[in-house]
């Protein structure tokens, strides 16, 4: 990814912003208007210690109208202003997070394993929120003090502008103070979002695991984990405050010196003598005026340096190249023959292959089943047709094209996938059955689905039936439960290509013989993948692949491998032993109670 410095950050910050010039326009109206109510201010003090020291008593209520005038002009100035640029800071914050959250829909499954959630979701809610200082409450505070100090200058320059030069003294010191403070800002600002990160992570990895937390008694160890996280995080803000605390009042000394030395000048008899009282008075107190706008555009540094920061890790994850799509076949159904030729996969360039040379046709339909101790690259295998990753060598084709040539959306289409981990979403049951781009299907084709899956079952038990909210990710629901309405998903979407990763290993014994009924029913005409451990769920797969190594070592049919009396043979045999096994243990146990 290319490398930003900060005005290109910030050009591309106000990009956003542009979007809403007429709001802003009249945001910057608004604080032109609260600028040139200060500087009347002024200009009524004069008017009045004027008239005052003249005797003009009769102006009184010209004088009394005017102040009213100045502050309604000020109360309307300040409201178009203010509600200008929020109007603006709220839509920025909108597009910028839409922007953000439409990217990650698009990033590769690499960029998700190598950060965390918490980082991600950090990113989305506070560094999204930080940008606005930058975007537009820097701009406020740009344009109405600016205002003020333009107006204040200039009438300055009008009563006597040989004293008002002094001003222009002070400017570069100013300079460069607010410069070192910026730089250290911005660079302590990155530290806070990434505690942020942190503390998000910590957060939601406890909440989630509530239950493993408190039943390996790691109450105490997450909680101790979780105020390390967020003391970095403090000690990281007060780094900040401590920067932003010393240049502030820094910079407001520098001003009073001024002011002070200015004071000081100013009765001098021969400059005084140049001035009527009025302007006299009238110069300092502007002069006194400018120190609260001066200090304000000193502080706006600090909130553009944490916006920059915010900016530069939104980018980064908007500048992530996406998943590469640059097919441009499609097909409305593929009749699901698929052919892997010297395949072969790893995660790193320098990591070891997970998929090693692995060469294999399948017929449209035909049933396969993947077997193999964990880490044998079977997950892997069947990850690679949906093109969650692309393989490092070789080719998969399907239907005698090759995945690189389907676009994204359409190969996705022609798969329906169950996961061993199901990731349901909140929402009714119904909702998650036909979820996707499957929303429109109709309620009847839903209940065909559910009655297939087995979840008419328990959903008959529930008081909403199918309308039933399942909570965050189904935590309302038993795992069997979960794992049946994510099956119904792959029946209802009535896909060519069907992997089913583990897609039993949730049921029980009951269930699952419910469950391999209906996936029997439903693989019929399919090309399906299945991949499982209890080996008994799969003889009757038109074919098995015995995977070890990320290398196919076996493959035949159930009665096949068994003849030949390989690895194959040797899984189902210890599983065999294991599953008569454990009656007999459960026999013994009860002839020992009869005793």
Not at 117 to 128: D, P, Q, R
Request: with cysteine; net charge negative; glycine share 8%.
């Amino acid at each position: 990814m290319k490398t930003e410095n900060s005005m290109q950050v910030y050009l591309r910050l106000l990009k956003y912003v542009k979007k809403y010039w007429p709001a802003f326009l009249v945001s910057v109206v608004g604080f032109a208007i609260y600028a040139a109510s200060q500087t009347a201010s002024a200009k009524w003090l004069e008017a009045f210690i004027d008239a005052v020291e003249s005797g003009q008593l009769d102006q009184r209520a010209m004088l009394a109208l005017a102040v009213l005038g100045i502050f309604f002009i000020r109360g309307v100035g300040t409201f178009l202003g203010n509600y200008g640029l929020s109007y603006v800071a709220r839509y920025v914050v909108h597009n910028l997070r839409i922007d953000l959250f439409r990217h990650l829909m698009l990033l590769p499954s690499s960029y998700y394993h190598q950060n965390s959630s918490g980082e991600l979701l950090a990113k989305l809610t506070y560094n999204v929120e930080q940008v606005t200082g930058a975007a537009t409450n820097a701009l406020k505070i740009a344009i109405r003090e600016g205002f003020t100090v333009i107006g204040l200058f200039g009438y300055m320059l009008y009563l006597n502008w040989k004293l008002t030069l002094l001003f222009l003294v002070v400017g570069p010191v100013v300079g460069v103070v607010v410069g070192i403070a910026a730089r250290r800002m911005r660079g302590l600002s990155r530290h806070v979002q990434q505690s942020v990160g942190d503390i998000t992570s910590s957060a939601s990895e406890a909440i989630k695991g509530f239950q493993v937390v408190r039943i390996f008694g790691a109450t105490r160890a997450e909680t101790d984990r979780f105020i390390k996280v967020s003391q970095h995080n403090r000690r990281q803000v007060m780094k900040m405050v401590v920067t932003q605390s010393v240049t502030t009042p820094m910079v407001q000394m520098m001003v009073a010196g001024v002011i002070a030395l200015m004071t000081f000048l100013a009765m001098d008899p021969d400059l005084i003598r140049e001035m009527s009282t009025g302007q006299f008075i009238a110069f300092i107190s502007a002069a006194a005026l400018m120190a609260k706008p001066v200090r304000s555009l000193t502080e706006i540094s600090s909130m553009i340096q944490q916006g920059l920061a915010a900016s530069e890790s939104v980018f980064e994850v908007v500048d992530t190249e996406p998943e590469k799509d640059i097919g441009t076949y499609e097909v409305e159904r593929a009749d699901g023959a698929l052919t892997f030729k010297n395949l072969s996969f790893n995660y790193e360039a320098d990591g070891k292959p997970i998929l090693n040379n692995i060469s294999v046709d399948i017929k449209s339909g035909e049933t396969i089943a993947l077997v193999g101790k964990s880490g044998s690259g079977k997950s892997t295998l069947a990850g690679l047709l949906p093109r969650f990753y692309d393989a490092t060598e070789g080719e998969i084709f399907l239907d005698g094209h090759n995945l690189q040539d389907y676009t994204l959306e359409n190969l996705r289409n022609q798969i329906a996938l169950v996961n061993q981990q199901v990731i349901l979403f909140n929402g009714t049951i119904a909702e998650n059955i036909a979820y996707g781009g499957m929303a429109d299907c109709s309620r009847e084709m839903i209940e065909v689905a559910a009655e297939a899956a087995h979840v008419t079952e328990f959903v008959q038990q529930l008081p909403d039936g199918l309308d039933t909210l399942v909570g965050e990710n189904g935590m309302l629901l038993s795992g069997g439960q979960r794992q049946r309405i994510a099956i119904a998903r792959a029946i209802l979407k009535d896909a060519p290509i069907l992997i089913l990763d583990e897609a039993t290993s949730a049921l029980d014994t009951e269930s699952e013989r419910h469950i391999q009924d209906a996936l029997e029913n439903v693989m019929q005409g399919r090309t399906t993948l299945v991949i499982a451990h209890r080996l008994s769920t799969i003889e009757n797969a038109d074919r098995i692949l015995v995977m070890d190594s990320g290398q196919i070592i076996e493959q035949g049919n159930h009665s096949e491998l068994l003849q030949r009396g390989g690895v194959y043979a040797n899984l189902y045999k210890l599983q065999f032993s294991e599953t008569t096994a454990e009656p007999v243990a459960s026999q013994s146990t009860d002839q020992e109670q009869n005793l």
